[in-house]
């Protein structure tokens, strides 16, 4: 298995072979790619609930404020 | 043509009469809409323009605004031409005309924002107020693309809550109200004639407001 | 009842601000320029030539026409919306001088529709090929064109404002006035091209700039009311 | 309608399942993206012309084959909209669309970046599939813009549903139209796109484990998008409050 | 009551008679198109190169994009009066079949703004040097290529007409779409200068063409149902 | 209308229904406009839809005339459902929305010419008939844009006139009118009901029709 491994030092494993630049930034996007398109989702998740729940009492207070209103 | 406000004490209180008309006169397309055109608007009043389709009542409002130069005939402010004052005629004037200036894709406290903002400084407390008041609790926040109509020409009607402009020219601010936004745009009007301003009104409704006057535009 | 009057200042920078906000909310306003400009730009390797040699050669022609093009069919939102919707007649009533207002605006519509498209040009310069010692003239070129093609737009929007149809009558307004900028523009990237200084034509487009900054809202707010009438 | 489809097309329903099926895709995903991953970068042994650069590859193909996916998953959603409108596959259609220009997107700057290895260039006009990628990325972002412009949520489904549709049936004619351009063109491809090119079994199979880490990665993150989406526009129902509230 | 219900036909020509005659009244919508093409066109030996060798080789493609701008940008007039004033909803609340009342559109706006641009490029490309034998297939693949152009447009018109600011995303979506129209109109236009035959170019557009008259306004109706909910 | 002998069967009257609506609902934003909404419109009858601003009546008009389709539950045309039998409903429907379907540009007379023969066959006697009918003697050839508020609606309304459609859906069209125009319109509409036609129309008037009915949305 170990053998399998392609470098032996780690700057030849950041090098890769004199396209280090490319391979990285490939690589990169693709982390972007995914990260971005994770964690955006389930940023806006906890948006989207802490929201509704404000709503949710505020709702409440104008519905008990229009009642005591009698209007 | 014209029957005007009474002109019976000649100037006895000229520094009352916020906006004289004298001897308008406006044709378009040949079509002579008004001539001879005189009227008075003195502080406390709400004067109602009235006239049938197409007789000149928008032309007219419009002309009062300055925003349609194509007439003969003085207008004056105070006893002075509006030209010579046009920084105090315009921050003491507030017109809401067929389109009623609300931006679709704001808020109406945005719309709000900005244009009371082109007049005076305004505090979103106030805002909140006034929209409250003229029943748009709970819309605060939609687009105003989401409102209807009726909706749409409350949130221009705030303004006139929160602004201290002392001359109101409406044109039509009744059309798709409902009867309860009927009777509170009236209160609205009455409230500020009590106060010591003026209004000036298009409308085929007829008003219940103590101070009103009425000038027929044929 | 003029206490509590704002300064023009005040008025200026609520009005830039509003018409910012409008252009984040409806997004197309900032993104609809930029991608047209990468959409035309990109159909000229199709309808010409995709070899880059060809293209080196048509580069600085064609991202100066396809950002004129963009600047100017973006114009149309500039009074349109306001003009609609009853606005504009608010802002010709304002006790404030119409020329601050009018910039406000211009200046807003310049920073959503203008900037963005000259920051992405140097892509575009690269995908056609463009000598990479053009970039930075033909950025700076873009960077004093853009907001002469606003100001000068911005007259021919307001004169208008109120008709059916605006797209292309703003168009065949616009595109001939357009043609000095064109010309400067394009000259000072051939000449950066050529290894000769561009700042001649730099600083003939920096004296046009300042010329229309402190003309063309005159113009603008006196046809705006024209229009409104 | 049948029963099952008409359950499928309640939001409600397709929330608490999806509820459960999340963690096990997100599982097969981490493994199969760690996999391909690590086997990219670590072990895949370098092409015997190409160097290190077919670790690009591997990504890239990944990407750039997922990214073909989107239009005929849009039609299908628009379809589905327009017929059945059913408001659960405008929701996916939604950030199909939004997560497709994301794919094209990195399909277009990870092919660019082999090129300038491969070609000496980051943009080729002469390649067809990178001028009919860039031609995707361009109708996708006007599906995007065309939503984002339309104010009232149910007609935007059902436009963009329609353009979807129409620009399905475009992106074939442009990709044939453009590839048919480019042979015409005879300009001399510096290196070709053949996928038959000469590289090892180990390469495939790596590449084949990405592309299903990628298809993994594409279903999870749609599913989360459409979650949101179910939540903010059932806001106002029953079984939403009660959730919030849980929560 | 349904006794004096009119025909089909009669509505279509009803319909196409109204918009020739709203088009005639406005002058604009004929003259704008028009108008825009000549003014991009010129363009390009301003900002590119006045030398006619050059320009030889980029006519046909120029030509063929300013033709795409122009017919798109003019498509912004097809349902927008009719959707501000309440005359769309008429339209969609006939008896009659939409697919001929859209269609009646679509070919009254081709004649209008369609029709003029092809008929004066031959005049643009002598400007711009196109060898004269090329004048028959430009002309050729324009008659068949602004009609497809027309329909497409119609189409995102019809999507997007409850906009405020339609010009620019009309174009963002349209533009992509019309690249097969581009590449066979230009690579008509080419063989024909390298002495081919542009034969199955042109009949490809024909089959194109014969395509989306059949299919657009079927889309094209059902977008402005979309629109006016 | 045939003029046989009444029959017997139980669907005697069923058949004088024109527009039956049955649980109505519909929602925008979440917010429910209405639901539960039932009512019949029978022929020579006209249905008042009254409502505070925001209560959905323009949305409920739309619906109704398939301009609109984000509802729920039935709505019936003599009977049956609407998608069965859209040619003879649309030819029986007039329309006219808060947006007119006036041309700016054409006359009053072009734009007549169009709408009208998108329903059926009219000649120009009758068209010129009609815009004098409505008070527009006179403007007959002015391009639509020269004409006030009013005006253009009135040309809207002359279509009345000259339809033979039995079900007119009408809203707001007294916005702009002035009290002449509103007389002639209760006129005309009243006139469509004794006619055997029906009318269906939301305004915040009280209209003095015999034959009104009114239905309310909160
Ligand atoms: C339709 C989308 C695309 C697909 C399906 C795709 C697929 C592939 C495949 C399967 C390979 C491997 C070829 C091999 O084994 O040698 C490849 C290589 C490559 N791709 Fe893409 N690709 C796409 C788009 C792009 C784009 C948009 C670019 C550039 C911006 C690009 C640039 C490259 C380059 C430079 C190579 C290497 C060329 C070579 O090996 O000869 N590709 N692509
Ligand atoms: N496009 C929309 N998106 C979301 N909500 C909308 C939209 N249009 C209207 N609404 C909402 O629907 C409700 C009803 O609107 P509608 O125009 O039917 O009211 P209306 O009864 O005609 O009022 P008015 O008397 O003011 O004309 C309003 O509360 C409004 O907020
Ligand atoms: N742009 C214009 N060009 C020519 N004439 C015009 C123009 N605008 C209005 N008119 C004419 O001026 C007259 C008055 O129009 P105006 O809009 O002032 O009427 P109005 O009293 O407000 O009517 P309404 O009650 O219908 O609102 C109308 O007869 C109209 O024909
Ligand atoms: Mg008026
Ligand atoms: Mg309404």
Not at chain 1, 40 to 58: A, G
Not at chain 3, 129 to 154: D, K
Not at chain 4, 75 to 86: E, H, P, Q
Request: net charge neutral.
């Amino acid at each position: 298995m170990l053998d399998a491994i392609q470098f032996s030092t780690w700057a030849e494993f950041i090098d890769m072979g004199g396209y280090g630049f490319n391979v990285w930034s490939v690589y990169a996007l693709f982390a972007i790619l995914v990260a971005v398109n994770l964690i955006l989702p389930w940023r806006k998740k906890q948006k989207i609930v802490r929201q509704l729940k404000r709503r949710m009492t505020l709702e409440t207070e104008i519905q008990s404020e229009d009642s005591s209103n009698g209007d | 043509m014209s029957s005007a406000a009474p002109t019976t004490s000649p100037n006895s209180d000229t520094d009352k009469i916020m906006l004289a008309a004298r001897e308008l006169f406006c044709a378009r397309d040949e079509r002579v809409l008004f001539k001879n055109l005189n009227f008075d608007l003195p502080q406390g009043q709400v004067l109602q323009v009235q006239g049938s389709n197409g007789s000149g009542k928008t032309t007219l409002m419009r002309i009062l605004c300055g925003l349609n130069d194509s007439y003969e005939g003085s207008i004056k402010w105070y006893g002075q031409e509006i030209e010579d004052q046009a920084a105090s005629f315009f921050s003491s004037l507030l017109y809401i005309g067929h389109r009623v200036g609300v931006s679709k894709v704001l808020t109406p406290v945005e719309n709000l924002r900005w244009s009371c903002s082109l007049k005076q400084a305004v505090s979103d407390e106030q805002i909140m107020d006034a929209l409250k008041e003229v029943g748009l609790r709970g819309f605060e926040e939609s687009p105003c693309y989401t409102l209807s109509a009726g909706q749409q020409q409350r949130v221009s009607l705030a303004r006139l809550i929160i602004s201290p402009a002392s001359l109101w020219v409406l044109d039509e601010p009744f059309t798709t109200l409902d009867t309860k936004g009927v009777a509170m745009l009236e209160k609205i009007m009455q409230r500020q004639a009590q106060a010591g301003g003026a209004v000036m009104v298009t409308t085929h409704h007829s008003l219940s407001i103590a101070e009103l006057t009425i000038l027929s535009l044929g | 009842m003029t206490e509590k009057q704002t300064t023009t200042s005040a008025a200026f920078f609520a009005t830039l601000k509003r018409d910012l906000l409008i252009a984040f909310k409806k997004k197309n306003d900032i993104v609809n320029p930029f991608m047209f400009f990468i959409i035309v730009v990109s159909l000229f390797p199709i309808g010409i030539s995709p070899e880059s040699d060809r293209l080196t050669e048509i580069a600085a022609g064609v991202i100066w026409i396809s950002v004129l093009l963009a600047s100017m069919l973006s114009m149309d939102n500039l009074y349109r919306s306001d003009y609609e919707d009853g606005s504009l007649e608010q802002l010709l009533l304002s006790p404030h001088p119409l020329f601050f207002l009018v910039l406000a605006k211009n200046i807003s519509h310049w920073l959503v529709s203008g900037l963005p498209v000259v920051l992405v040009s140097p892509l575009l310069a690269y995908m056609l090929a463009l000598p990479s010692e053009a970039y930075g003239t033909l950025v700076l070129s873009l960077l004093l064109g853009t907001p002469i093609m606003s100001l000068l737009g911005s007259i021919a929007v307001a004169l208008t404002v109120g008709l059916g149809s605006r797209g292309l009558i703003l168009a065949v307004i616009t595109l001939p006035m357009s043609v000095p900028i064109l010309i400067f523009g394009t000259l000072a990237v051939q000449s950066t091209l050529n290894s000769q200084s561009p700042i001649g034509y730099i600083s003939l487009m920096l004296v046009m700039l300042s010329v229309s900054v402190s003309l063309a809202p005159l113009a603008s707010a006196a046809a705006l009311k024209i229009s409104v009438n | 309608m049948w029963v099952w489809f008409s359950k499928l097309g309640s939001p409600k329903w397709f929330y608490e399942l999806s509820g459960k099926w999340l963690p096990w895709l997100i599982a097969a995903m981490v493994i199969f993206m760690t996999i391909g991953l690590v086997w990219g970068l670590v072990f895949l042994p370098p092409d015997y012309q190409q160097g290190f650069t077919s670790r690009i590859l591997i990504v890239h193909v990944a990407v750039a084959g997922t990214s073909l996916a989107f239009f005929p998953l849009m039609l299908v959603a628009g379809t589905v909209t327009l017929v059945w409108r059913m408001k659960l596959a405008d929701m996916v259609a939604k950030h199909a669309a939004i997560l497709g220009a994301w794919f094209s997107f990195i399909t277009l700057a990870t092919g660019s970046l082999w090129g300038s290895v491969m070609w000496g260039t980051w943009w080729e006009w002469t390649d067809s599939r990178l001028v009919s990628m860039l031609f995707q990325l361009f109708l996708l972002l006007g599906v995007i813009s065309l939503r984002s412009a339309l104010e009232d949520s149910e007609t935007a489904a059902k436009a963009c549903a329609l353009l979807s549709i129409v620009g399905c049936i475009n992106v074939v004619i442009i990709k044939y139209s453009v590839e048919w351009w480019n042979t015409l063109h005879q300009v001399a491809s510096p290196v070709s796109l053949d996928p038959t090119s000469p590289n090892g079994p180990q390469f495939w199979i790596a590449t084949l484990i990405m592309i299903v880490a990628v298809y993994l990665f594409l279903s999870v993150s749609l599913i989360l998008s459409t979650r949101n989406e179910i939540l903010e526009r059932e806001r106002r129902s029953q079984w939403v409050q009660d959730l919030v509230l849980k929560n």
